[in-house]
């Protein structure tokens, strides 16, 4: 069973609002993932992290920033939020050869 | 840039039916899952696949990895309602690392009574 958890499930937010997606985990993996995710589409990376203190930009360009002060903990935030930022975002974290435990995921809407 | 192309996109089957989807690249992975996921949740692992031609079974659902590790299928015997989701595969990059996955975009599946 994965312990992975994603706060807030569903928010609904007007332009240019500043927002934070929280995530943790209580499995102790050092390696975590942010990944965006249309209705019924493909995953698409956009931020990673392989330690505290370490972060990466992922495969897509994004406008989120991320942070990692501590294992168990991944934040997502976004400065300004837009329409386009519209989306389902996942969060998960690496069990080992490859294999990721997911978040429920945050489901945003950008009025 | 390693790519995975699943297909079909989308699949109705009745219930009781067998069905295949695929999953295929041109890059070689040093492993493959398969997740599977319901709308508004995250992937949930089903399996993973490690050396060529490993077969895996879980219940009623088979996997296969191929051979040269590019390519992986997933068999369904006798669906039903339940199976209905979103399949995803996912390669781990050749070269040991595994840090990073590569998502196909996914087979949807609808199982009907």
């Known amino acids: 069973e994965a312990d992975i958890y994603q706060t807030p499930r569903y928010l609904v937010i007007g332009t240019g609002k500043k927002i934070t997606l929280e995530c943790s985990q209580t499995m102790g993996h050092d390696k975590m993932y942010w990944y965006q995710q249309d209705p019924g589409m493909e995953l698409h990376l956009i931020h990673y992290s392989y330690g505290v203190n370490s972060t990466e930009k992922g495969d897509l360009s994004s406008e989120s920033t991320v942070s990692r002060i501590r294992t168990e903990h991944f934040p997502l935030t976004l400065e300004s939020a837009r329409p386009s930022h519209t989306s389902q975002y996942l969060c998960?974290?690496?069990?080992?050869?490859?294999?990721?435990?997911f978040g429920p995921g945050t489901r945003l809407t950008v009025t | 840039t390693q790519l995975l192309e699943q297909s079909p996109q989308f699949l109705s089957i009745q219930e009781g039916e067998n069905l295949t989807v695929y999953c295929n690249s041109s890059s070689v992975f040093s492993s493959l899952q398969w997740y599977r996921q319901e709308p508004g949740e995250g992937p949930v692992l089903l399996v993973t696949v490690v050396t060529g031609g490993e077969v895996k079974k879980l219940k009623r659902l088979t996997f296969q990895f191929g051979d040269a590790r590019k390519d992986s299928s997933l068999h369904i015997t006798a669906a039903q309602t339940g199976d209905t989701g979103l399949y995803l595969c996912a390669g781990g990059s050749s070269g040991g690392s595994n840090y990073k996955l590569t998502f196909g975009k996914g087979t949807l599946l609808t199982v009907n009574p």
């Open positions: 998960a974290s690496w069990r080992g050869e490859g294999e990721q435990y």
